[in-house]
């Protein structure tokens, strides 16, 4: 399945290149409201709330409340995943705050589970160099993708690798990395980060992992 992306910044549409580098934006925000009406899931990150910036909250209600949205950026809370689900959100998207003194924090998960609901909780598990990246993909840990998916799968729905190393550069995502991480976890497997091509997204799919598409998209490089 492809999951069209809307990353949000200083009240713009965005594509990023390794979360660092903006590569293109826009504000024409109706126009790809109609385009993804069609998807059955959209992935919305608040990019200035993600990195402690600010927030885009009354443009992700405008999303949420529009297009079938998985919400993410800034939620460190179980209150504040409350208020977007409440907002409009279908699932909301949990990283940094999952990771506390660089140890897995299980009892927040699991509380997170028992308040929102495990089936409306997307992990989000973010690796540049074979290691968890948090805090807007600023700080390292030594944690790997798969022992973070492994501890955490009894409470969400649904797990979101974005492969930094790739992110934006149109260069496609590592496929034995893919297929390593379809095996560590039964839940749903989102993955993204230089995702290119329609031919890759139909590859993802025979494995059973869906595909963020952004930047592919924007360019008019991936049709949707």
Partial sequence: MLIPSIDLM???????????????ETTDFEA????????????LIDLDAAMGKGSNRALVEQFATRLPCQVGGGIRSIEAGEDMLRAGARRIIIGSTLIR???IDRTFAEDLAGRCGCERLVFAVDSRGGKVAIGGWKQATELTPIEMMQALEPWCAAFLYTHIDTEGLMQGIPFDVVRNLRRATARQLIVAGGITSTAEIEQLDALGVDAVVGM????GQVSA
């Fill in 10 to 24: 200083e009240g713009k549409i965005v594509q990023l290149i390794q979360g660092s580098k903006k590569a293109l």
């Fill in 32 to 43: 790809w409201i109609e385009r993804f009406s069609r998807y059955p899931l959209v992935q």
């Fill in 216 to 219: 592919a998209i924007y360019t």
């Fill in 101 to 103: 003194d660089g140890q």
